[in-house]
Nanobody, 123 residues
Framework: VQLQASGGGLVQAGGSLRLSCTAS???????MSWFRQAPGKEREFVAA???????YYADSVKGRFTISRDNTKKTVYLEMNSLKPDDTAVYYC???????????????????WGQGTLVTVSS
C-alpha cells in the first residue's frame, strides 16, 4: 500500500485544519498513524487508529486532535483544533503490515510513509 497525505496549510493559532491520508489499496487490516517532524527535531508520534477503531494520542495533542478512518474511502483523517505554534511541522501518515498495538508510537516499526504535508501555525 502507498499513502498520500494532504490538507496542510497556514493557520492562525487557535484555528483548525483537517489532514487526510489516502491509501492506494485497502486499509481494513491496517493500524494507521500520524507522525510529525518540526524543523530541527526528531519525528514524533501524534496519533494512531487501530483496525478496531481504538484511538491513541500523544499527550501533547490529547483533547485537541481527533483521528478517524473511513475504510470505504481508504482514508484516515486527523482533525486538528485549537492549534498552537508548537504544532508547526510536517505531518506524515504511516503504517505497516507488522504493527502491533504496543508498537504504535514507535516510528522505527513503520515501513510505509506518506510524503508529508506541512502545517504552519502562526502566533
Amino acid at each position: 500500500v502507498q499513502l498520500q497525505a494532504s490538507g496542510g496549510g497556514l493557520v492562525q493559532a487557535g484555528g483548525s485544519l483537517r489532514l487526510s491520508c489516502t491509501a492506494s489499496g485497502s486499509i481494513v487490516n491496517y493500524h494507521m498513524s500520524w507522525f510529525r517532524q518540526a524543523p530541527g527535531k526528531e519525528r514524533e508520534f501524534v496519533a494512531a487508529i487501530a483496525r478496531s477503531r481504538a484511538t491513541y494520542y500523544a499527550d501533547s495533542v490529547k483533547g485537541r486532535f481527533t483521528i478517524s478512518r473511513d475504510n470505504t474511502k481508504k482514508t484516515v483523517y486527523l482533525e486538528m483544533n485549537s492549534l498552537k505554534p508548537d504544532d508547526t511541522a510536517v505531518y506524515y501518515c504511516a503504517t505497516s503490515a507488522r504493527l502491533i498495538i504496543s508498537s504504535l508510537p514507535l516510528k522505527n516499526q513503520y515501513d510505509v510513509w506518506g510524503q508529508g504535508t506541512l502545517v504552519t501555525v502562526s502566533s
